[in-house]
């Protein structure tokens, strides 16, 4: 039996013994917006594939760990979904082709891994006459065994760009499991893909077109998972060597005898799977929220919690599950075994709160399941997910095993309603216009990246590449308020060298001028737009700039210091914050600008003062040692030795730059810091708050902005100190003497009111006597809740039938109380209503007290004689 570790390294041996580097895998969060998690072994080389950068080699090889959930709900149910998969991969980046992809995929299945040649199958494009050539003539296959598709045969990275045709090897499993007649005719599982070769060839255009590309690549994937089930000879996917024995822990968490019922068989393999994805997820820095990756990572935790739960277990588990995975995936990928004890802080938290809420939101699902009918209400449905955290999934799940569908359209209803507050709440920046996208690929085609100078010079002497107008809004302004002055035209400048930072990593673009023989270019914002090309943003301050001038490019010194400063002292802060909080704690977000520092990290809960001191004291010790700040580049396995951390989303090449900074920290950066750590100044926490689910938000400034913060602070107490006529050192106390008066004058303040209130309800009442049991008056100056006090201690006097009460509290509102008793034959809230009418508003309560309200102040006398008349006082 071939182990999951000799096939991992059987395939690594395989293809770089014929010229492949082998490159470690991409982070399961790819720097690609187009995918939310890593789900090919191509992902971290899509750049390559588009023609956007160039490869450290031509050749390469991955073993990729992969995360998809869009078959979610078939896990443990079928033998071949998962959540979680190893790809392995073999690419060419314009180097060999189908000449020696198609002969090398059919060498590694048949010799290496062993299969019978006479049970595989190949699939071609229906186009593809020169791969079904080469699998004839450099192949052992059968010619009658190769077959056409169509559009299974054919990959697309979109309706544009880089496609081309595919080419598959297929193993036959036997006539047990299918009619037969190859994988073009028979769909069953008797068919298993076992090598996917893809050949990128054409640039597909808007039309439809297809263009050969310059240079041809290769991408080969063949699903490691999928490849043990049938080495191993199991009958599905959780049953192979890196997963079955967390499949097996998970029965023995969960007390749970397999062979009882074929639904634990079920669960424990979703568990087995999902136990695999999160631990995965979190440890390259997924954290569990409502949005985006945490929603796909909390879902997944909760769905092998639930799992748990449903098979009896009430106490958290997943901290043992993470166990199991590290010891059964840990000798390929060691970074869990280090991480270890972080990642099962985060899922044990995770889980922890699940629990909570899991007892309160299945009570209730079992209630609204108990009452009859088949359909799981959207209402419901909604409220489970917002309030107690069960995914609209798990709830279908549940109620679907109890025979019940749920109002899928109801609660859609319902989220689009919550988003729709949300982007009321927000604005969201234009993006970039798709024919901007295309100029910037050809500048870098045709000049390559941008030379950056910055790490050393606030200067470049350089040559201008381009000077093109801007898809970028006119109303854009930077961080600091600087936009395009009105009657310029925003455009953008290249150059081939600069000393600009483009933004990145969280620290703003650089501002300054461009300027030539003929002209002077105004800098607001500088970006990286394509592989190392450099976009600056501004407008002509004067004259003119023309592609091939010469031309100096000249940074805001003073600002890129502030920057600097900020930057340095984030990394400070980060490491400050884990040795506080702990190392679960991890860089979600930032952003490093002149006048401050906000810094978004991974937490469970609001810091207490006395952390945030220690944060803080951290932090300026550091400072005050004024330890170096060194740089240096390496590769990023020499940097993870290291125990350099990355910062969340960022993209790293194989070689890596690397900040130390002081002893603490040791960050994976690409930004611009001081050379020592007291350059930095004084770093003071503004303030900490909640900005999502587990997630944290630090703002803070150093150097100068700290010591101006400070004496904004000291001014206010100056001049507090001064209107209290103390010292700044009793300020406090004097403060607390004032407000312990205040409260004692309120109250009296109240005792007199209410007197005032007895003594005007005796009166009323009196009046009643000679009307009849009814009173009606306006007393304007009264509040709301001091005008029903006083409708109530009338009507509650002997010899009153009923009152209605009508006045302004002033600021153009009106506000009316009618109380009767219950044998006035009165119902108060009708007559409240009417008068109301005549004040343009409205009101409620009970046929014994009712208040209502208007803004019509002048309506107040028509509002009275309708209350005498209703209430029938003469």
Not at 37 to 59: C, D, H, V
Not at 397 to 420: K, L, N, P, T, Y
Not at 729 to 754: F, H, M, Q, T, Y
Request: with cysteine; net charge negative.
């Amino acid at each position: 039996m071939m182990e999951a570790e000799r096939l991992r390294r059987a395939f690594t041996e395989f293809f770089v013994a014929r010229g492949h580097a082998a490159l470690p895998p991409a982070s399961l969060v790819p720097n690609d917006p187009t995918v939310m998690f890593t789900i090919a072994g191509m992902i971290q080389f899509k750049a390559y594939f588009l023609g956007e950068g160039t490869p450290a080699s031509p050749r390469a090889t991955t073993i990729q760990p992969c995360l998809r959930t869009n078959d979610i709900e078939n896990v443990g149910r079928t033998p071949r979904h998962c959540t979680f998969f190893e790809m392995l991969g073999n690419f060419s980046f314009g180097d060999y082709f189908k000449e020696k992809a198609i002969p090398w995929g059919w060498e590694f299945v048949t010799e290496v891994l062993g299969f019978d040649p006479d049970q595989l199958w190949v699939t071609v494009h229906v186009s593809d006459d020169e791969a079904e050539e080469i699998w004839r003539s450099s192949t052992a296959v059968q010619p009658d065994r190769i077959q056409r598709l169509d559009e299974d045969n054919f990959w697309k990275m979109g309706e544009t760009g880089p496609c081309g045709p595919s080419s598959e090897i297929f193993l036959d499993r036997g006539e047990e499991y299918g009619p037969g007649g190859g994988p073009a005719i028979d769909d069953s599982d008797r068919y298993t893909e076992l090598w996917n070769l893809v050949f990128t060839q054409f640039d597909r255009g808007a039309d439809g077109s297809l263009t050969p590309l310059p240079k041809r690549n290769i991408d080969t994937g063949a699903g490691l998972d999928r490849l043990l089930v049938t080495l191993q000879g199991v009958d599905h996917v959780q049953a192979i060597d890196c997963v079955a024995p967390i499949v097996e822990r998970a029965a023995e968490l969960t007390g749970t005898r397999r062979e009882a019922d074929p639904r634990h068989e079920t669960a424990l393999r979703v568990i087995g799977d999902h136990s695999r994805a999160f631990t995965f997820a979190v440890a390259d820095g997924v954290f569990p929220s409502n949005e985006g990756r945490g929603y796909v990572l909390r879902r997944l935790i909760r769905r092998a919690v639930l799992r748990a739960h449903q098979l009896g277990r009430r106490d958290p588990l997943t901290p043992e599950l993470v166990d199991s995975v590290v010891t059964t995936m840990g000798v390929a990928y060691p970074n869990l075994g280090r991480d270890s004890e972080r990642i099962k802080r985060v899922v044990l938290h995770e889980e922890e709160a699940f629990l909570r809420t899991l007892r309160q939101g299945t009570s209730l699902l079992e209630e609204a399941l108990g009452e009859g009918g088949k359909v799981v209400a959207g209402p419901l449905a909604f409220r489970l997910h917002d309030t107690y955290g069960l995914p609209i999934e798990l709830t279908k799940e549940i109620a679907e095993e109890r025979g019940f569908a749920v109002d899928e359209a109801g609660f859609e209803e319902e989220m689009a309603e919550q988003r729709r507050r949300a982007r009321d709440a927000s604005r969201s920046r234009k993006k970039t216009p798709e024919e901007a996208a295309a100029l910037w690929r050809q500048l870098w085609a045709e000049h390559g990246a941008t030379e950056f100078l910055g790490y050393t010079d606030a200067t470049a002497d350089a040559k201008v590449l381009a000077v093109v107008p801007s898809a970028t809004e006119a109303d854009f302004t930077n961080v600091d308020g600087e936009g395009i002055p009105e009657g310029c035209e925003p455009l953008e400048v290249f150059l081939d060298r600069t000393a600009f930072y483009a933004e990145g990593g969280g620290q703003v673009g650089d501002t300054g001028t461009v300027t030539t023989a003929t002209g002077r270019f105004r800098v607001i914002d500088t970006t990286a737009v394509a592989d190392g090309l450099t976009r600056h943003f501004g407008y002509l301050a004067d004259g003119t700039i023309e592609p091939g001038q010469d031309a100096r490019a000249e940074i805001d010194a003073e600002r890129r210091e502030a920057i600097r400063r900020n930057h340095t002292g984030t990394h400070l802060l980060h490491s400050a914050l884990r040795r506080v909080l702990g190392d679960h704690v991890r860089q979600q977000g930032s952003l490093v600008a002149p006048d401050r520092l906000r810094f978004d990290f991974s937490h469970f809960g609001p810091l207490t003062r006395a952390e945030i001191e220690r944060v803080e004291d951290l932090v300026n010790s550091a400072v005050l040692a004024d330890g170096p700040v060194d740089t240096k580049e390496m590769s990023k396995t020499e940097a993870e030795a290291e125990g350099a951390i990355a910062f969340f989303g960022e993209k790293y090449g194989e070689q890596v730059r690397v900040v130390h900074a002081g002893h603490e920290s040791v960050e994976l950066c690409g930004g611009t810091h001081v050379r020592a750590l007291g350059m930095i100044g004084p770093l003071g926490i503004v303030s900490e708050g909640s900005i999502g689910a587990n997630t944290r938000r630090i703002e803070a400034t150093t150097g100068t902005a700290t010591l101006e913060r400070l004496r904004a602070v000291d001014r206010t107490l100056e001049t507090l100190a001064e209107a209290l006529n103390a010292p700044v050192a009793e300020v406090p106390a004097a403060v607390s003497r004032i407000s312990a008066r205040a409260r004692r004058l309120e109250d009296e303040l109240k005792e007199v009111r209410r007197a005032n209130l007895q003594a005007d309800a005796a009166a009323l009442a009196a009046a009643a006597e000679g009307g009849g049991g009814i009173a009606v008056a306006r007393r304007d100056g009264l509040e709301p809740d001091d005008l029903r006090e006083l409708a109530l201690s009338v009507r509650n006097r002997p010899g009153v039938d009923a009152v209605g009460v009508v006045g302004s509290p002033g600021e153009g509102r009106v506000a009316i109380v009618v109380a009767a008793s219950k044998d006035a034959g009165v119902d108060a809230r009708a007559v409240a209503a009417e008068a109301a009418r005549l004040v343009g508003g409205g009101g409620g309560g009970s046929p014994e007290l009712a208040t209502a309200g208007g803004r019509d102040v002048s309506g107040i006398d028509r509002a009275l004689a309708s209350l005498r008349q209703l209430l029938g006082r003469p």
